[in-house]
């Protein structure tokens, strides 16, 4: 793994004091670079700052230029939210907020450090039609994809984005100029060619109100949002996406929730869900790699448990693991992305806790008219419209 990589988590530990390392046994430039590249350049500046610490002058500029790129992100999020909170609520319409939008400012120690480029909203399936109109009276535009089609996504099939807003920077992280897309959740479903976990059921009961951008919104309770959370990292870590920011998010969460978590909740709701092996993963691997503060004793029995395959699943993950399964080059030809179909398809089937399925898993394989690969091989060979 990467010098500048290791040496960045060690400083952004839960449990971090100082620097651990030599100033001189990484290049700054390359340390902030990869921290910016990564989506953690606030934290690391964050982190240095509460040291009293800075890294050699062009790479502290650096640092700090991101910082406040993210700091304007923040708070051009924070507006948007503001409008939309404000024109749902008005039409009795209160969803809860998920993820960045809520997590930046209920655990992150300071404004701008939890990196986000889109507001994700969870409705009542009932309201999701009204809540659609509410967007597209304030000017955002639909794009859509069948929960059939690809991956078989299911949680939310809509994005909503202002038109004419079209990302300007290669890395959403750096720009503060354009909307966030809006993605209305209808349920917290994680899917992935086949591979299913839903922990939605309840949380409505259980969620809690809260005052986000001056307005009325709700908020998952601390343990299904824990569970929201460690479960949609290690979906992320199966689908090969960007997972630095969600790793993250557990250490805050884990940190600033520590004495209001009821472990004993937690665990029984991720047993309810059939979600321990995806629970255990993502709190085992944040536990290693950032010193989450998760008691041992609630990973040694999420390990438990699990079946021996998935628990040693789960135990393969480390740091370096992740920065190989996110770090994958795009898809220019064919052949890559038929191989990388059959490797996504291999890596959910290894989550499938049963025979059957795996089956389901192994079957999307087969429906090659829904999947984009399949539509561009129609395409070249005349068959499709």
Known sequence: MPVATDLLFQTLRANAEGLSWRPDAVDPDDLAVTAIVLGLAPLL?????????????RAQVKLAATRQAALAREKAIHAQLAELLTALNARGLTPIVLKGAYLASAVYPAPGLRPMNDIDLLFRPGDLAAAETVLAELGYGAKEKSADAGP????????????????????????????????????????????????????????VEVMLAGQRALALSREDNLLHLAVHLTFHLI????????????????????????????????????????????????????????????????????????RAQAERLNLADVMRRTQRPPLTR??????????????????????????????????VTRTDTGQIIARRLGLSR
């Open 45 to 57: 500046h964050w982190r240095l700052e509460t040291w009293n610490t800075t890294l050699a002058a």
């Open 152 to 207: 078989g996504v299911t949680k939310h099939t809509r994005t909503y984005r202002r038109g004419g807003e079209e990302a300007r920077t290669p890395n959403p992280y750096l720009s503060a100029d354009t909307g966030r897309t809006v993605e209305p959740h209808r349920s917290l479903e994680e899917s992935w060619f086949g591979l299913r976990v839903d922990i939605t059921p309840g949380v409505w009961d259980r969620s």
């Open 239 to 310: 689908m090969g996406a960007p997972s630095m920011v969600q790793l993250i998010d557990l250490r805050f969460a884990t940190e600033r929730w520590a004495s209001e978590l009821n472990w004993a909740k937690f665990h029984r709701r991720t047993l309810a869900a059939r979600a321990a092996p995806f629970a255990y993963a993502a709190l085992r691997l944040a536990h290693e790699t950032l010193a989450a503060p998760i008691p041992a004793q609630v990973i040694c029995d999420l390990a438990s448990a699990c079946s021996a395959p998935l």
């Open 334 to 367: 064919l052949g890559q992305r038929l191989k990388r179909g059959l490797e996504d398809r291999a890596e959910a089937a290894r989550w499938a806790p049963t025979l059957d399925a795996k089956w389901r898993v192994w079957r999307t394989a087969f429906a």
